[in-house]
């Protein structure tokens, strides 16, 4: 069993930053894909930013040059950074564990945090 949990959250100004962080339970980490996805009111959950086990990254359009997704295999903590915040970034955002074992797929989500971008 895996147990990821966020954290980093919070009410930001535009073009302000905040960086999420998300620390996973077990000893899988170093081989799961993690992800950052984020779900706005009203709007379906949208992959925002993922990173493989050998650390290959990419991003949604929206936030390529201004987000950046990084992870600390020593630590089981996967982290987002997000710089110039606007507020169409203002979602929950969740944290995404994605393995694969012989031919069993295993996903495995957080609860969740909120980032709100306002002034």
């Known amino acids: 069993q895996v147990q990821l949990v966020e954290s980093g959250g919070g009410l930001v100004q535009p073009g302000g930053s905040l960086r999420l962080s998300c620390a996973a339970s077990g000893s899988i980490f170093s081989s799961a894909a993690m992800g950052w996805y984020r779900q706005a009111p009203g709007k379906q959950r949208e992959l925002v930013a993922a990173?493989?086990?050998?650390?290959?990254?990419n991003y949604a359009d929206s936030v390529k040059g201004r987000f950046t997704i990084s992870r600390d295999n020593a630590k089981n903590t996967v982290y987002l950074q997000m710089n110039s915040l606007k507020p169409e970034d203002t979602a929950v955002y969740y944290c995404?564990?994605?393995?694969?074992?012989?031919?069993?797929?295993?996903?495995?989500w957080g609860q969740g945090t909120r980032v709100t971008v306002s002034s």
């Open positions: 990173v493989t086990s050998g650390g290959t990254t």
């Open positions: 995404n564990a994605a393995l694969v074992v012989g031919i069993h797929d295993y996903d495995y």
